[in-house]
């Protein structure tokens, strides 16, 4: 129990304080003040007069940190814990009472929300909670000893992940030996009035076995020993996760392709990626990419977690063995080829085999390569089919001929992985789900493949109505503003079947100050009558940006595209640059900069 651990706490002071007021005689106002007084004297609150000074940058760390971490308490009893805080703060002089009360004000609502939020569960506030459900008596350790076999198999709450609460425990465990230690070293340094927080007697058994006792009287008592002895397997440590080493190397790629883990990767096809055994599959795919790290996969063996990443990123779709040598090899291959999927040919087995020549033409966008090239890319092309071929044993990757994917229960797996490291990672139905501007801005930043497929089937998803089209048209102005790269959402209407969108939607875009010019486009190309004085100047300016040639096209076509566009534009190419920049400036800059023309 941790009243015998933690001493001095000026627990007894607090409550004989409290007698005759009916909070003290609510047991779940003395659980609650046990731990808020013992977490307080442990993150150092002056204990001269016997109780904790309760200061509020303490106070918030208590509310918002560590009760979240250590503490289970039912929802019912949760408002106790500010209660605590307000009554020591009364046991005080001064103006703490009033400074408490507008911390705890402030951060009562995250209080309660990181205490229900299912992110922060530990294994040890997860069991807690379980017990309860099944009626034990938390403070009677022989009760929980009887009734925590009834959990075996107990589902986690929807979306929380074993591993989850395994590194929520740890990181909570390290925290709470440190503040452990250090409050023994703190007193051991400068012995308070008021009496040491531990007794050496108690040190003396091991920072751990204090810890253990503290979490037992904070979540339930003797659930430390259950799982760690009869039932470890109820509580999986880290050394039970050797795939988080791939999931690391996962989330390395995606910094590197997004540099933030909240930017979503797109979502593969399938409805819902689960996995059978996501953890079992992982620990094979961990195998397989160490294997291949070894000197006999050379060149390519080391980056196999780059090609489950690129794959998945991709939507999960396909893509080719030649091609992906290719670009290893530095070879020229067309960026609009880059992430087109391949198809996957049935029945093919056996050695690899490079494409023919008309194929590789096709696959690179080069058309100048013949026989020679094909044969000078044979060796990279089959020493990177060796790498795909191991993966492909673990049954979560697949090889056929040229093409290489991600199978079902693959794509589920990587998924795992990548959520395992708190990387956006949405299925295909969450995504489908998304707020519109939402939805805008993360298919901004995916290839054209999966962004077209996601966009189809968020319309899909709301019946293709008008009211859908309209919903998602109206978005791309805001999500326009909030882009990294405004031309990625603008593209984003390119890839709309507007052939089968409601005119009505298309004809209510047209005042759009981003779209609207496209609107008008995709009207008159079905034959559609349209008020083009409706069009704002500034999707009209985004037109003509949109349709210079890019930045790998050669200058002087852009000068000309530009002078041509400039020509017919009211007030000639100051207007139009002025219009241009006002819409989009950095886009402006990143094409018309080279032209040696900067917008006011």
């Avoid at 076995?209 to 020993?225: E, F, P």
């Avoid at 008309?358 to 060796?379: F, M, N």
Wanted: hydrophobic content about 45%.
């Amino acid at each position: 129990m941790a009243e015998t651990v933690l001493t001095n706490t000026g627990l007894d002071q607090f409550l004989a304080l409290l007698d005759g007021r009916p909070e003290h005689r609510d047991p779940a106002f003395t659980r609650a003040a046990e731990a808020v007084l013992g977490l307080l004297a442990l993150r150092g609150a002056d204990r001269t007069g016997g109780m904790p000074e309760p200061r509020p940058e303490l106070v918030r760390q208590l509310l918002v940190e560590d009760l979240p971490a250590f503490v289970y308490a039912p929802p019912g009893d949760l408002a106790a814990y500010p209660a605590v805080l307000g009554a020591l703060a009364g046991c005080f002089d001064g103006e703490l009472r009033q400074r408490v009360a507008a911390v705890v004000g402030e951060a009562g609502p995250d209080f309660e929300r990181a205490m229900n939020d299912p992110a922060n569960l530990t294994w040890h506030r997860w069991y807690a909670s379980l017990l309860r459900t099944v009626g034990a008596d938390l403070g009677d350790a022989e009760d929980v000893r009887r009734r925590i076999g009834a959990l075996d198999g107990a589902p986690l709450p929807d979306g929380v992940l074993r591993a989850d609460l395994m590194g929520r425990t740890a990181l909570a465990d390290t925290v709470l030996a440190e503040a452990v230690a250090r409050a023994y070293v703190r007193d051991a340094e400068e012995p308070p009035a008021a009496g040491p927080l531990l007794t050496d007697h108690a040190v003396a058994a091991g920072i751990g076995r204090v810890t253990a006792a503290l979490l037992d009287r904070w979540t339930a008592a003797g659930l430390a020993d259950e799982l760690t002895g009869a039932y470890a397997h109820y509580a999986p440590g880290p050394d039970d996760f050797p795939h988080l080493v791939l999931a690391d190397a996962l989330l390395d790629e995606h910094m590197d392709y997004y540099g933030d883990p909240s930017i979503p990767v797109p979502p593969p096809a399938d409805a819902d990626g689960s996995s059978g055994d996501a953890e079992r599959d992982a620990d094979a795919l961990l195998a397989a990419v160490e294997e291949l790290a070894e000197e006999e996969y050379e060149p390519y063996g080391g980056e196999a977690p780059h090609l489950l990443y690129a794959l998945y990123q991709r939507g999960c779709a396909a893509d080719s063995v030649a091609r992906r040598a290719a670009e290893y090899e530095d070879w020229t291959v067309d960026p609009a080829l880059e992430d087109v999927p391949v198809t996957v040919p049935e029945g093919v087995t056996g050695p690899y085999v490079t494409p023919p020549v008309p194929e590789l033409v096709r696959l690179l966008g080069s058309a100048g390569l013949g026989e020679a090239d094909r044969a000078r890319l044979e060796g990279p092309a089959r020493e990177l089919a060796a790498v795909t071929d191991r993966l492909a044993a673990t049954g979560l990757v697949l090889r056929s001929g040229d093409a290489f994917g991600l199978t079902p229960r693959g794509a589920a797996t990587v998924r795992y992985l990548l959520r395992v490291r708190r990387i956006a990672a949405p299925t295909a139905a969450e995504a489908a789900a998304w707020p519109a501007r939402e939805l805008l801005v993360a298919a901004a930043q995916w290839p054209q493949a999966p962004a077209a497929r996601v966009l189809a089937a968020w319309l899909h998803a709301r019946g293709d109505t008008a009211e859908a089209w309209s919903e998602l048209l109206a978005a791309f102005a805001p999500g326009h503003a909030h882009a990294a790269e405004a031309a990625d959402v603008r593209a984003l209407f390119g890839l709309l079947d507007t052939a089968a969108a409601p005119p009505g939607a298309l004809r209510g875009a047209l005042r759009d100050p981003v779209i609207g010019a496209r609107a008008l486009d995709a009207l008159r190309a079905r034959g559609e009558d349209a008020d083009a004085i409706q069009v704002p100047v500034s999707a009209r300016a985004l037109r003509v940006l949109d349709r210079l040639p890019g930045k790998r096209g050669p200058l002087e076509s852009r000068r000309a595209a530009f002078d041509a566009a400039a020509a017919d534009w009211p007030g000639g190419s100051a207007a139009l640059v002025r219009a241009m920049a006002e819409a989009d400036r950095r886009g402006t800059e990143r094409i018309l900069g080279p032209l040696g023309i900067s917008p006011p």
